[in-house]
T-cell receptor
Framework: GAGVSQTPSNKVTEKGKYVELRCDPISGHTALYWYRQSLGQGPEFLIYFQGTGAADDSGLPNDRFFAVRPEGSVSTLKIQRTERGDSAVYLC????????????FGEGSRLTVL | AQKITQTQPGMFVQEKEAVTLDCTYDTSDPSYGLFWYKQPSSGEMIFLIYQGSYDQQNATEGRYSLNFQKARKSANLVISASQLGDSAMYFCAMRESQSYNTDKLIFGTGTRLQVFP
């Protein structure tokens, strides 16, 4: 498809398990962002990639969270030893790299930790 | 610290009427950008409109306009001629001043707009 694709759309896991969330950005977009949206809140920034490198990971809440983008396209957000407080919608967005403010978002991955 | 405040948790508007969604912001940086995004039930955030702090005129995009009052630090979204498809969550956002070469945004808590026939 032409838009940002995120998989899985829904993930239910048990506390302590490891989870991977995948984002496939719009082809040619060099910038990729991960945001987290808790219930009743606006999205909160987690990490930003420009190409393959994480240019800003200041939003990652702790060292259980990690993200990669090895070939400058698809990105994976990895969460170790999940906790109930990690339950949220994880949104991925991409942009051409110019700072227009127009981020193109996927529909998100809803993570539920039981 | 930079902050976005949206004080209206929910708004109702009748189809074809205009509606204003409020947004105030807090920043000490003279250069910043303000944005509005729409989030329908599908979950995807959709960019609506952008206003730069140095823009002389209020931004407009079709039925959307941004009522930018710099002295009051407000950036209200005006939707004219509301349509049933406008029912969604609306988020105001600001680009962080230290991130002016990125699109790292700070979002408000959103306003749920419901359009009724």
């Amino acid at each position: 498809g032409a838009g940002v694709s995120q998989t899985p759309s829904n993930k239910v896991t048990e506390k302590g398990k490891y989870v991977e969330l995948r984002c496939d950005p719009i082809s040619g977009h060099t910038a990729l962002y991960w945001y987290r949206q808790s219930l009743g809140q606006g999205p909160e920034f987690l990490i930003y990639f420009q190409g393959t490198g994480a240019a800003d990971d200041s939003g990652l809440p702790n060292d259980r969270f990690f993200a990669v983008r090895p070939e400058g396209s698809v990105s994976t957000l990895k969460i170790q030893r999940t906790e109930r407080g990690d339950s949220a919608v994880y949104l991925c967005a991409s942009s051409p790299g110019s700072t227009t403010g127009e981020l193109f978002f996927g529909e998100g991955s809803r993570l539920t930790v039981l | 610290a930079q902050k976005i405040t949206q004080t209206q948790p929910g708004m109702f508007v009748q189809e074809k009427e205009a509606v204003t969604l409020d947004c105030t912001y807090d920043t000490s940086d003279p250069s910043y950008g303000l944005f509005w995004y729409k989030q329908p039930s599908s979950g995807e955030m959709i960019f609506l409109i952008y206003q730069g702090s140095y823009d002389q005129q209020n931004a407009t995009e079709g039925r959307y306009s941004l009522n930018f009052q710099k002295a009051r630090k407000s950036a209200n979204l005006v939707i004219s001629a509301s349509q049933l498809g406008d029912s969604a969550m609306y988020f105001c956002a600001m680009r962080e001043s230290q991130s002016y070469n990125t699109d790292k945004l700070i979002f408000g808590t959103g306003t749920r707009l419901q359009v009724f026939p």
